[in-house]
């Protein structure tokens, strides 16, 4: 039996989603969640891996409670996390515009603009607490952009038609970051926390069907320890590092998350990933990752692109009628700012065509000149100045005088561990928040939505859902390292670096891992089809091979080793990478960041086929290389019903 | 580009470490430094040679995880991080001088890693707001004067790379926890805990082992942020501020 | 509360700072008194006798000098024990130094601990040598600064200490001022270019005040 031949299993079913009015479903949860008795609460250990806005708002939320909170991150300190890189802001129906926006109405675009795969509940949820974040992050003391009045600006934000969106410049992320960080610090300072620096988590343990535990390394001595808890919490972020090429940092990883796959958290939609237009290009073979620039650049710049392949003329010397300004003209109603899907997969089609500019002919041109000539350099440089300086940083070229270049690069991926309404995964015990979940964005996230997900996950939900979960199983049956158990997957963890550190073959963990991330890019990137993925699917498992037959890692496992770290976040993405294609090889729509070329319009459009995929899928683990298992969440919806997108 | 590194190399916290030199060719202007690093480390695994250890991680500016001192300069020569400074500013045939942050506060670990978690401890004592979740009043409930918001902002950009204590030439802390001081306790969510914080705070940098400022302005030139020296003044005032009122109490 | 303001570095670098402002303070008022050599013998001595009956009746003869003398000693020890901790503490803080090396920071602050040490001894000579005339060059007359001056300005190497101890003074002034101003919370944005300008006209007039007795001397102007 192949890979490709996965079996469907019996449906799955969301238990806690609670029932009745969409906008009564949180309070019922919380009210019928059973509570743990304060006093009982220290007694209870809960491990949170990860320390971005999800983990770090999580920890320092059930320490406050009065949990015993034992926290990982791979990071030199919990404030490096990569959440601390997203520019643009955060969505909250405040409605301090008094523009029209409600609960209600991000509910909607959210859910809209999910493509109609998510879950109508967790969005609508997500809605409601969006106006405590910014309450709770104004209390901490993130520094907000505010008016004269003393009050909270707000922008509007991807096409979004209201002005939802509270940022601090362009370091939003950065900001609400460190509000989580320093009330996690606030915690580690008065005990509550037990905080774990550069200490990556390599497997789960799980006993008697329940989350107990985890195996993590400490990457500056290479001891590898065992650590119990009560419930285990996932906050590792996404896992876009498996196209070696992408906006994440460059250790984020997505092991944690695959190691509890591979114990039994079904994985969901892992194919759904967000690829973000405007990215600064790659300029050689040595890139090692690839920097976002904020979408914003789109309300004022014109995209285009020569009308003849291979012209290669400096962009100046190419005249008005030599251009293509292809946005424009194919979406003539909306034109440069499309959705983020549409403007990746316009790029691509025009690279595709061999009209690309610049290194290898991946970018096209972002023309600001147009925008200089008609609001003056000066008001140019007020709004987009520090963006054009980080591009003239990184490129040596000046914006000012030569159009940006710009290509589609990986940034968010919507899939991950499947969780139900309490962000509970399919492993009893194990939660998991942010965008190690396959979270509430459906098939596309939009704007300035990830960062309300991660903290509405880590500051609201799960410290409320958590409890049910700890009331519900007894106190005091322990687990130690002595349990069978806990012996073997210790085990399994100490053979499996000492086998990658034996191989001393002839190529570098980074060799594989690249070569995995040029195949996802290719065949399961911006545009997929059936036969590339199977392309994809055939080559994957022969990389694996090779890859255990050539690695090689010098050093040892009992020092500060990053090629060995390394080397086994390769091992986990020449998996994962595998569920990805099949997930977008099953999947024969398109939908939101997935499309597939034999799904679209006659106008070459996305096209979904909601009678046969309204689901999100969730695999099952059944073995390296064995086919998984498919279950299917069915996905209702009562108050946003599907329409087919047009931007045209 | 064919270059020459030196490059400090040490096995671990205990052993002793020294410069080791290093042939690289081919490299390209539009290379970041820790691409340049990346390919040496290429070359290096594959000859068997243990490669490089340094840190970083989000490599666009933000993280503050990358923290090498080159020729001298932390961060190199360019106002900005590491990770954000290309092979463009050195010249072919250049010879490199790399080295780890040195600071007694901030042990290294290995080769150019060095050990910052003195700095979380500093946050710990008092950089934050207690504001436990859930309690928190309306956003805008509490207007904040805009030139108000604008400092705390300044202020809240450092990223903690410890640029400042590697430059300063006695090790000192002062401009690291001057930001987030100044940050906290220019907001008036920061006003209840004003005092203690940065009596806290200051008191923790001492313990850490961080010198005292002499104000040569080091730290400010090179901090990637533009944190500026005005800061430590600022919190100086502050310090004094609370001193007094905690005297009196 | 005191002991935890010497405990802390910024409370060292208070306490310099505040005793910095006095010795400063003096200075000023030292470097007027000197400039009356210019005016003859009776000038100067008159106001050399004034300063010992400073306050009468209320105070005794010599009260007063001995008061400001005690507060300048009080302040010489504070600014030296502080400096001299801080000093080891941030040696301590940066054991290592880079081998890569490029030139820091200014002139001023770089010298201010050798400038330190270089004043230091200076005051040590300058005392035994105006005020007890134990190192005196020629015969120490009590009660007749006029001639005193005039004596130790007639020697090269009186010349050259006190030449050179008047340019450190300069340098240590110039960064210590501006430096005094940010340790009490003084400086801000605004402020920082006058702070700047002060620190340097201070610094050169003091310095050139001072300087102007021991090249009136050898100018022959004072004799």
New interface residues.
């Given amino acids: 039996m192949t890979y490709t031949d996965y079996t469907t299993g019996a449906p799955v079913v969301d238990t806690k989603a609670p029932q009745g009015p969409v906008h009564e479903r949180w309070d019922k949860r919380r009210f019928e969640a059973k509570l743990v008795n304060p006093a009982n609460r220290r007694k209870h250990t809960v491990i949170v891996v990860g320390t971005g806005l999800a983990g770090g708002s999580a920890g320092a939320t059930l320490a406050e409670q009065g949990y015993h909170v034992v926290q990982f991150c791979y990071q030199d300190s919990p404030r490096r996390a990569h959440s601390i890189a997203a520019q643009g802001g955060i969505n909250a129906a405040k409605n301090y515009r008094n523009d029209g926006d409600s609960v209600h109405r991000l509910f909607y675009d959210t859910v809209k603009g999910g493509d109609f795969r998510a879950r109508e509940s967790n969005v609508h949820r997500l809605a409601q607490i969006s106006v405590e974040i910014i309450d709770q992050c104004v209390a901490q003391g993130v520094p907000f952009a505010r008016e004269y009045g003393g009050l909270l600006d707000t922008r509007s934000f991807g096409g979004v038609q209201v002005s939802r969106t509270f940022y601090a410049r362009g370091q939003t992320g950065q900001q609400l970051l460190l509000g989580a960080y320093q009330a996690l610090s606030r915690q580690i300072a008065a005990g509550n926390v037990e905080m774990h620096p550069r200490t990556e988590m390599l497997d789960l343990i799980v006993v008697d069907g329940r989350a107990r535990g985890i195996v993590a390394r400490d990457l500056i001595t290479g001891r590898i320890d065992t650590y119990f808890a009560d419930a285990v919490v996932l906050a590792s972020g996404g896992y876009g590092n498996v196209f070696y090429l992408s906006t994440n940092a460059m250790n984020s990883n997505a092991t944690a998350i695959w190691r509890a796959h591979r114990r039994g958290a079904w994985f969901a939609n892992p194919c759904f990933t967000q690829i973000h237009p405007t990215c600064i290009p790659r300029t050689g073979d040595h890139q090692s990752k690839l920097t976002l620039m904020s979408e914003s650049l789109r309300n004022d710049g014109r995209i285009w692109v020569p009308k003849a392949k291979g012209d290669d003329r400096p962009p100046h010397e190419i005249p008005e009628d030599e251009r293509d300004y292809y946005l424009e003209r194919i979406y003539p109603s909306f034109g440069n700012l499309v959705p983020r899907d549409i403007a990746s997969r316009a790029a691509k089609n025009v690279c595709d065509e061999g009209r690309g500019v610049g290194p290898g002919g991946q970018g096209v041109y972002l023309d600001f000149a147009d925008a200089i000539k008609r609001m003056g350099r000066g008001a140019v440089e007020a709004k987009y100045g520090n963006l054009f300086d980080m591009y003239q940083r990184i490129t040596d070229e000046d914006p000012y005088q030569v159009p940006m270049r710009i290509y589609p690069a990986v940034h968010y991926t919507m899939g991950g561990l499947w969780v139900d309404y309490d962000l509970q995964t399919t492993i009893p015990g194990l939660f998991a928040i942010g965008e190690a979940n396959f979270s509430d964005h459906g098939a596309n996230r939009l704007g300035a939505s990830a960062l309300m997900q991660g903290l509405a996950d880590g500051y609201f939900v799960l410290p409320a859902t958590i409890n049910d979960y700890l009331a519900r199983n007894p106190l005091g049956d322990q687990v130690d390292a002595g349990h069978p158990v806990v012996q073997e997957v210790l085990a399994e963890t100490e053979d499996r670096l000492h086998l990658l550190l034996s191989v001393d073959g002839d190529r570098t963990p980074d060799s594989f891992h690249r070569e995995v991330g040029e195949l996802m890019w290719e065949f399961c990137g911006m545009a997929r089809t059936d036969s590339g993925l199977r392309k994809a699917l055939e080559r994957i498992p022969q990389i694996r091979e090779e890859f255990w037959r050539r690695i090689k890692v010098p050093g040892t496992g009992e020092e500060f080793n990053q090629s060995l770290e390394k080397a086994n976040r390769v091992v986990d993405y020449l998996e994962l990478a595998e569920l990805m294609c099949l997930d977008a090889l099953h999947r024969a729509e398109s939908c939101g960041g997935h499309f597939r070329e034999e799904s679209q319009t006659p106008d070459g459009e996305a096209a979904r086929k909601d009678d046969e995929f309204a689901y999100a899928a969730a695999w099952e683990f059944n073995g390296t290389g064995e086919a998984p298992t498919l279950h299917k969440e069915d996905l209702v919806f009562e108050y946003v019903h599907p329409t087919q997108r047009s931007y045209a | 580009m064919k270059l020459t590194l030196?490059v400090?190399r040490q096995?671990?916290a205990d052993a002793e470490g020294a410069?080791s030199t290093y042939e690289v060719d081919g490299i390209?202007?539009?290379?970041?430094f820790?691409?340049m690093l990346?390919?040496l480390n290429?070359e290096?695994?594959?000859k068997?040679?243990?490669?490089v250890?340094f840190?970083?991680?989000?490599?666009?500016?933000?993280?503050?995880?990358c923290s090498l001192?080159i020729?001298?300069?932390a961060h190199g020569p360019?106002r900005?991080t590491t990770c954000?400074l290309?092979m463009?500013s050195f010249s072919d045939g250049d010879t490199i001088?790399i080295?780890p942050w040195?600071?007694?506060?901030f042990p290294v670990?290995?080769d150019l890693?060095v050990?910052?978690?003195a700095?979380?401890r500093i946050?710990?004592?008092g950089?934050?707001?207690?504001?436990?979740?859930?309690?928190?009043?309306?956003?805008?409930a509490?207007?904040?004067?805009?030139p108000d918001?604008d400092f705390?902002?300044e202020h809240?950009?450092c990223?903690?790379c410890g640029a400042c204590v590697a430059a300063?030439?006695?090790?000192?802390a002062m401009l690291f926890t001057s930001a987030k001081v100044n940050?906290?306790n220019v907001?008036p969510?920061?006003a209840p805990e004003r005092e203690t914080r940065v009596l806290d705070m200051?008191?923790q940098?001492?313990e850490e082992?961080?010198?005292?400022?002499?104000?040569?302005?080091?730290c400010a030139t090179a901090c990637p942020k533009g944190i500026?020296l005005?800061s430590?003044?600022?919190m100086?005032?502050?310090?004094?501020?609370a001193?007094r009122r905690v005297?009196k109490r | 509360m005191a002991r935890t303001v010497w405990d802390s570095t910024l409370g060292k670098k208070t306490v310099m700072a505040v005793s910095g402002l006095i010795m400063l303070l003096y200075l000023v008022a030292h470097m007027i008194g000197n400039l009356k050599i210019y005016f003859g013998a009776g000038e100067f001595n008159a106001y050399g006798h004034w300063l010992r009956t400073v306050g009468e009746p209320f105070m005794h003869y010599e009260w007063t000098l001995w008061l400001i003398r005690v507060v300048l000693v009080a302040a010489v020890v504070a600014h030296a024990v502080s400096a001299y901790q801080l000093s080891r503490r941030d040696i301590r803080a940066r054991p290592s130094k880079y081998v890569h090396k490029r030139p820091r920071a200014s002139y001023a602050t770089r010298t201010m601990r050798w400038g330190g040490i270089i004043l230091g001894l200076f005051i040590v000579w300058h005392v035994l040598d105006l005020t007890t005339g134990t190192v005196h060059s020629g015969g120490f007359q009590e009660g007749h600064p006029y001639q005193n001056v005039v004596d130790t300005f007639s020697t090269w190497y009186g010349n050259v200490i006190y030449i050179v101890a008047m340019l450190a003074l300069g340098l240590h002034i110039r960064h210590g001022f501006w430096s005094a101003a940010q340790t009490l919370g003084a400086g801000s944005r605004t402020r920082d270019r006058a702070l700047k300008i002060v620190a340097n006209v201070l610094a050169l007039l003091l310095t050139a005040g001072f300087i102007a007795v021991p090249v009136g001397v050898m100018t022959g102007v004072v004799s």
Avoid at chain 2, 28 to 32: C, F, G, K, L, W
Avoid at chain 2, 48 to 51: C, K
Avoid at chain 2, 236 to 241: C, F, S, T
């Fill in positions: 030196r400090w096995k671990n410069m390209s202007p539009d290379m970041s820790l691409e990346d390919t290429e290096l695994i594959l068997g040679e243990d490669p250890a840190d970083h991680d989000c490599r666009e500016g933000i993280c503050g995880a001192v020729n001298g300069d360019e900005t954000q290309h463009r001088d080295e040195r600071a007694s506060a670990i290995k890693v050990d910052r978690s700095f979380d946050i710990q004592a950089g934050y707001i207690t504001a436990p979740t859930g309690a928190a009043p309306e956003a805008h509490t207007p904040v004067p805009k918001a705390a902002f809240a950009e990223i903690g300063c030439p006695n090790g000192a940050h906290l907001l969510q920061g200051v008191a940098m001492d082992g961080f010198g005292g400022c002499t104000l040569t302005g080091e500026p005005m430590i003044t600022s100086n005032k502050e310090w004094l501020r001193t005297g």
